[in-house]
């Protein structure tokens, strides 16, 4: 008996560790992964674990993809090279059903608390490379260049960590702690905007900065004012004081006028080709698609005729979901990030603002990102809306079940 009460709690002890560990390589976060799925088994009580997921408001959106994505192997071809894995990512939101069946309780605060001190960490690992003195080895090395999509990666968590640190802010009456938050704040902030190389977690940043804002709006419309301020004298100085951040937006700038006068974009801006000739896959076959893992093939031979690069993903998830799985499965795929922004916008406690910047954040990486499709980003999202969702109940007539914090 003992034992098995210990079991029980496994699962929550390891999810509520699991955030701390994204800032680190993506084989540590796997293998935390596989230690909470163990722990699941090893816990037992499956009857009321499943029960848990099927009144999560998430259930039914995530279920429609899971079956749309079968149907659709069984429809269309499976003769793909990379059939399988492209089959696997599209049920990437099955590992948040498993991660909210352990339900809600006191692990939800801890997994915030390590979150937070993993950006933390993270954003002194940046500083620490600004200063050239972070070691060399292989656990820093997303720190010490800018090596894909991990880095991006980090750019983005640390802007999901400023946001929510933001949103938590007190009264100024609690001076010492909101000068304390707004410090951590800004120490985590400011990587994102001189030193992680990446403009999609600068927008990301902006986005849930300017939600925070919004929030602060409905509880006191002094300090909303006060704050948006602060935020737009941080970008002009940003714009002034770093060139890469002013470098790298200026040349996306270009890269669009390049391209729409009928010029070959830069390297930095080649997905604006990507996405015209995913867009000429999509018009062949618009409603149901092309078939589960079909776009590289398909891509690298329009590649080979217009004499340009191959890549293994359009960078963008909504196109990838039209061109394998048509509009049919853009709108699977709508439906639950839509879900996630109704549930956050329902519910009436801080989870819910947590819930609203991580779908912002969904939305926005999936158009220039393979923000679902690799798992490096798609399984780090996956345990953070587990947060949130964590005993998030389906609708009732009148409003969201959620946990009292």
């Not at 329902?346 to 609203?356: A, F, K, T």
Request: glycine residues 8%; aromatic residues 12%.
């Amino acid at each position: 008996m003992n034992f098995a009460g210990r079991c029980g709690q496994w699962p929550q002890k390891v999810l509520s560790v699991l955030p701390f560990l994204l800032f680190f390589p993506v084989g540590v976060v796997y293998l935390g992964v596989v230690v909470v799925l163990l722990s699941l088994v090893l816990a037992g009580d499956y009857r009321k674990r499943w029960q848990t997921m099927r009144e999560n408001a998430m259930f039914w959106p995530i279920v429609g993809m899971s079956l749309l994505t079968c149907v659709a192997a069984l429809v269309h071809s499976h003769s793909a090279p990379a059939f399988l894995s492209g089959f696997a990512h599209y049920h990437i939101y099955l590992f948040l059903l498993l991660f909210v069946s352990i339900g809600k309780g006191d692990w939800q605060d801890m997994a915030i608390k390590a979150f937070i001190a993993g950006a933390l960490c993270a954003a002194t690992f940046f500083y620490l490379n600004g200063l050239e003195f972070l070691p060399h080895i292989g656990l820093f090395k997303s720190y010490l260049s800018y090596a894909g999509n991990k880095s991006i990666l980090l750019g983005i968590l640390l802007a999901l960590a400023a946001g929510w640190l933001l949103c938590e802010l007190p009264p100024l009456s609690s001076r010492k702690v909101f000068f304390v938050r707004l410090g951590a704040f800004i120490y985590i902030a400011a990587p994102v905007l001189f030193l992680t190389r990446t403009r999609t977690a600068i927008i990301i940043l902006m986005l849930v900065c300017l939600l925070a804002s919004l929030r602060f709006l409905r509880l006191n419309w002094r300090g909303a004012i006060a704050l948006m301020t602060g935020l737009i004298v941080v970008l002009v100085v940003a714009w002034g004081v770093s060139g890469d951040f002013n470098e790298r937006m200026m040349s996306a700038f270009d890269d669009v006028v390049a391209y729409a006068q009928g010029q070959k974009p830069s390297h930095q801006g080649i997905r604006l080709e990507i996405y015209a000739l995913t867009m000429q896959i999509i018009a062949e076959k618009p409603w149901t698609g092309h078939g589960i893992a079909t776009w590289e093939p398909l891509y690298t031979a329009l590649a080979v005729a217009n004499s340009t690069y191959s890549f293994a993903t359009p960078h963008n998830d909504y196109l990838l979901y039209m061109a394998e799985m048509g509009i049919i499965g853009l709108a699977a795929l709508l439906w639950i990030w839509f879900k996630q922004l109704a549930v956050g916008w329902r519910m009436p406690d801080i989870n819910g603002v947590r819930l609203l910047m991580l779908g912002m954040a969904l939305m926005v990486g999936g158009m220039f990102n393979a923000i679902l499709r690799d798992a490096v980003f798609g399984m780090p999202f996956m345990i953070l809306l587990a947060i949130p969702l964590a005993g998030v109940q389906n609708e009732s007539k009148s409003a969201v079940v959620s946990r009292v914090s």
